[in-house]
C-alpha cells in the first residue's frame, strides 16, 4: 500500500500537514521531537554508565564461615 506513495504523494501529505497545522505549530512539534530524542539518548547514556559502574565496583565476596574454609 505505501509502496505506491511516490514523490507526488508525499508532496501532496506534506501540503496538508502544512495547511492543517501552520508552519509555526509544526517547528515547534519538531522542537519538542528533538527535546524528546536528545532526552531519550540521555536516559540511555546514564543507564548504560550505571550498569557499568555497578558490574565495576562488584567484586566476588567469599562467604563461606571461618570453620567450612578448613574443611577443604
Same mark, same amino acid.
Given at each position: 500500500m505505501l509502496n505506491n506513495i511516490g514523490l507526488p504523494g508525499l508532496l501532496l501529505i506534506a501540503v496538508v500537514v502544512? $495547511?492543517?497545522? /501552520?508552519?509555526? %505549530?509544526?517547528?515547534?512539534?519538531?522542537?519538542? $521531537? /528533538? %527535546? /524528546?530524542?536528545t532526552a531519550f539518548k540521555k536516559g540511555v547514556d546514564d543507564g548504560t554508565k550505571e550498569?557499568?559502574?555497578?558490574?565495576?565496583g562488584e567484586t566476588a565476596k567469599d562467604i563461606t564461615p571461618e570453620a567450612e574454609k578448613d574443611k577443604v
Open positions: 502544512l $495547511v492543517l497545522f /501552520g508552519r509555526g %505549530k509544526i517547528s515547534a512539534m519538531m522542537g519538542e $521531537v /528533538g %527535546k /524528546g530524542i550498569i557499568q559502574e555497578a558490574d565495576a
